[in-house]
């Protein structure tokens, strides 16, 4: 039984994207095969964090429109296995999504893949609604700062009146996702907590991706984040991926002294 | 049998503009937002944003429309006299003018024979569609029906109970609205509007275990939380209608 997970988050610049790229190539380098789709028609980003850009030949519009078939647009990862990406089109606009036209390349997408990501754009029009529609599972995208976390409750709201899964009467998991995560700044107070976070939205946090240099560099190279074993970002994204999959994986990177971590909280 | 002159809540739509299939696309997408609320819902038409315009419009067709998207239309107000037998014709009721630009939220209570009119406690042209809430001469009887929230009530988001109490169990955001003709419980954070007694029940109360709304409101009496000077902020707590004025009172002891 495949499952379509929507990367969303109201607000613009959060990690949407990044994170959508790392949790799919995390997924695949599991052994699951994995589709990613850009929603973002009109300004693809997916293709250039994946490295992709420029073997983009047939877009997720093509397909909706039948001017190419599923197989001819989707791009195979060349470093992981098991990973598609579907790229947006970049000279179209949201209008050209249309609800029967999506349906049809997700259910298509699921006669083969284990798991459907769906990077959602910023917004709460069209894209977002498309993006989230078919949803089963939603990972809520957040930047530790309140119109951030404001804007999460909002698409929250939309994801359970409004998706095919609400119409239906169920809900959508939810799982929240911090990002950008800065323990010295919250500690100093510039930037709202953890915890404060979970409390406002009241959603099940499924980790805490800290603010790294790394994902910039690994944006600008085209390689998923989460492909940097070396970097705490990377290895903060290695960490959701695992809970998604149902493994229990205690929080790190949350504390401003490195060797503070969660097990000397517990033990020490 | 009786017969009795009573008000109502009703939606009023606002009509700004000739172009049916925008207004119809805004509206559906205004629905969209609470169809719980909307759907199968009274609506009336104000046509005095139009003036003599309105002559232009096809009301048998908007009629048509409105129920196409789940509406009920009752009636039409504010129209060109001149329409009036047209407009009978297409199946509308014509509304007496209502009071829209001088109405208060306390001169409704006053109003005495206006049967069936909405008075308006507040108008927003820039909406296409406004809720208009209303004082009943006597109050609205207290139904035994409840409505149970069992998850959150998210930012941008609209439940109303109506003709009925509302208990929430879960937090409701920031930005979200809850409204009841009732009584409303809410037993996570209370954290946006919440209206008790929508439609003029003085006897309805607000009841939370961690009051941190961002607006208060018994039968159309209203008042920001942070320009209360009470001490029950973030703490469990009741509000009452006394006269005119809101009391909140601490709820455990």
Known sequence: MSKVIVVTSGKGGVGKTTSSAAFAAGLAAKGHKTAVIDFDVGLRNLDLIMGVERRVVYDFVNVIN????????????????????????????????????????????????????????????????????????????????????????????ILQSRSKAAEDGKTVKEHLLITRYSPDRVEGGDMLGMDDIVEILSVPLIGVIPESGSVLQASNSGNPVIMDKDS??????????????????????????????FFQKLFG | MKLKGEMSMLNVLHVQELDLEKLCAELEQKRDEAPQFFMKSPIIVDCSDLGDAAEQLDFSLLRQKLLELGFIPVGIRNNPVEMNARLVDAGWAIMRESRASTATSTAASTETSESGVAAETNQQPQDTVSEEQVAPQAAAPVGIKSLTIDRPVRSGQQVYAA?????????????????????????????????????????????????????????????????????????????????????IEPLAH
């Not at chain 1, 989707?74 to 970049?90: H, T």
């Not at chain 1, 903060?236 to 002294?257: H, K, N």
């Not at chain 2, 009925?164 to 609205?177: C, F, K, N, P, R």
């Open chain 2, 163 to 247: 003709d009925a109490d509302m208990t929430v169990l879960a937090q409701t955001s920031a930005g979200s609205e809850i409204m009841a003709d009732g009584s409303i419980h809410v037993y996570g954070p209370l954290r946006g509007r919440v209206l008790a007694g929508a439609r003029g029940n003085e006897q309805a109360r607000i009841f939370c275990s961690s009051l941190q709304a961002e607006l208060i409101a018994i039968a159309g009496r209203y008042q920001l939380l942070d320009e209360s000077d009470t001490e029950l902020k973030g703490k469990p707590a009741m509000i009452r209608l006394d006269g005119e004025k809101l009391i």
């Open chain 1, 66 to 157: 039948g001017e190419a078939t599923l197989k001819q647009a989707l791009i195979k990862d060349k470093r992981v296995d098991n990973l598609y990406i579907l790229p947006a089109s970049q000279t179209r606009d949201k209008d050209a999504l249309s609800k029967e036209g999506v349906e049809s390349v997700i259910n298509e997408l699921k006669k083969e893949f284990e798991f459907i990501v769906c990077d959602s754009p910023a917004g709460i029009e069209k894209g977002a609604f498309m993006a989230l529609y078919f949803a089963d599972e939603a990972i809520i995208v957040t930047n530790p700062e309140v119109s951030s976390v404001r804007d999460s409750d909002r698409i929250l709201g």
């Open chain 1, 232 to 261: 705490e970002a990377g290895q903060a994204y290695q960490d959701v991926v695992a809970r998604f999959l149902g493994e229990e994986v205690p929080l790190r990177f949350i504390d401003v002294e490195p060797k503070k971590g």
